[in-house]
Nanobody, 121 residues
Framework: VQLQASGGGLVQAGASLRLSCAASGHAFSSSAGSWFRQAPGKEREFVGGISWNGGLTYYEDTVKGRFTVDRDNAKGALYLQMNSLKPEDTAVYYC???????????????WGRGTLVTVSS
């Protein structure tokens, strides 16, 4: 599976952004999909993920209620809807796909290049 994330940009605090991750390869529709982020000087951290059929979602505590992960298997796409953005959400965001759904980045098999999200105060 090859992944390409897009949709990042510079926004003000309180704004919304929707990130997209385009996937190629038939394994996407049977794989869990997640988003991670890495802020400058910090380790990569889990943001949220979704099971292969969309029936289960899982979020990091600081984004619960603000971010939503969804997917469209017919289009081969994974999304991250981000609302009420805060300056602390500034990071490079990565999509990842694999048989595992959870926060351990080492267990994901496929990664896309990141897209930068910058939130100004």
């Amino acid at each position: 599976v090859q992944l390409q994330a897009s949709g990042g940009g510079l926004v003000q605090a309180g704004a919304s952004l929707r990130l997209s991750c385009a996937a190629s390869g038939h394994a996407f529709s049977s794989s869990a999909g997640s988003w991670f982020r890495q802020a400058p000087g910090k380790e990569r951290e889990f943001v949220g993920g979704i099971s292969w059929n969309g029936g289960l979602t899982y979020y990091e505590d600081t984004v619960k209620g603000r971010f939503t992960v969804d997917r469209d298997n017919a289009k081969g796409a994974l999304y991250l809807q981000m609302n009420s953005l805060k300056p602390e959400d500034t990071a490079v965001y990565y999509c990842a796909v694999g048989p595992y759904l959870g926060s351990e980045s080492s267990r994901y098999e496929h990664w896309g290049r990141g897209t930068l999200v910058t939130v100004s105060s």
